[in-house]
C-alpha cells in the first residue's frame, strides 16, 4: 500500500499553506511525512507546487485534473502510486495516529474504500482507496460532482466505526484538523494540556 498526503488545498480558510503550519516545533507536512514512512513502502505527496515539498525526499505529483478538489488529489494519487491501494490523509492532521492508520489498512483487504465514521460524519481524507475506485472518481470529476462520497455507493464501502476506532485512538485525535486559525489555537491548546482533551473525551 502506497501513503499519500494530500496537500493540494488552497488554505483558503487559514490564509497559508497549512502544510506549512509549525506545530510543536516541526512543520505538519513533515510529521505527517515521517508518519506514512514509518508504515508505508511508498510515500507520495499530491501538490501543485513540487519544488516547496523537495526537501522531504519524495515524490510530488500535481493534480492530473486541476480545479477538481480532494477527489481529484485522490484521483491522482491512485493514478501515480506503485501500489494497488492507497492511505490518503490530508496535511492538516496534527496528531496522526499510527494504530489508527495500521487499523484502517487491516481492514482493507477486499474492499475499494474503506473509511472511518467519527459522530456521524465520514472521514474521507482519512481513509483507504484502492485502484478500482479510479473509472468512478473520474466519472464523477467528470459530472463535477466533487464531494468525495458521492461515488461511494458505485463501489464497496467498508465504514468503520467509533468503537473500533477508540479503542486504538480513545480520544479520537488523530481525526483533528486545522482549517482554520481557531482550530489551530485549539489544537495548540490540545498539544499542551493532552491529557484534559483525554478526560473530556471520556467523561
Known amino acids: 500500500m502506497t501513503g499519500i498526503v494530500l496537500a493540494g488545498g488552497k488554505s483558503s480558510r487559514m490564509g497559508f499553506n497549512k502544510a506549512f503550519i509549525d506545530f510543536g516545533g516541526r512543520r505538519l507536512i513533515e510529521a505527517t511525512v515521517d508518519c506514512l514512512k514509518a508504515l508505508f513502502p511508498e510515500v507520495l505527496i499530491i501538490a501543485n507546487d513540487p519544488p516547496n515539498y523537495a526537501y522531504l ?3 510530488v505529483v500535481p493534480d492530473l485534473i486541476p480545479d477538481s478538489g480532494s477527489l481529484g488529489g485522490i484521483y491522482t494519487g491512485l493514478s501515480a502510486a506503485s501500489h494497488p491501494a492507497c492511505f490518503f490523509v490530508a496535511c492538516d492532521m496534527p496528531f496522526l495516529n499510527a494504530d ?3 487499523l484502517l489498512i487491516r481492514e482493507a483487504e477486499g474492499w ?3 473509511v472511518p465514521r467519527v459522530g456521524g460524519e465520514l472521514q474521507p481524507l482519512h481513509a483507504v482507496y484502492a485502484r478500482s475506485c479510479l473509472p468512478f472518481i473520474k466519472e464523477a470529476i467528470d459530472a ?3 464531494k468525495i462520497v458521492r461515488f461511494f455507493p ?3 464501502v467498508k465504514i468503520i466505526e467509533e468503537p473500533a476506532l477508540r479503542a486504538v485512538d480513545p480520544p479520537l485525535l488523530g481525526f483533528m484538523n486545522v482549517n482554520t486559525p481557531p482550530e489551530l489555537e485549539q489544537a495548540e491548546a490540545v498539544r499542551r ?3 484534559s482533551r483525554q478526560r473530556s473525551s471520556e467523561s
Open 193 to 195: 494540556h493532552p491529557h
Open 57 to 59: 525526499g519524495v515524490k
Open 154 to 156: 458505485k463501489v464497496k
Open 100 to 102: 489508527l492508520i495500521k
Open 144 to 146: 463535477h460532482a466533487l
Open 112 to 114: 475499494d474504500v474503506v
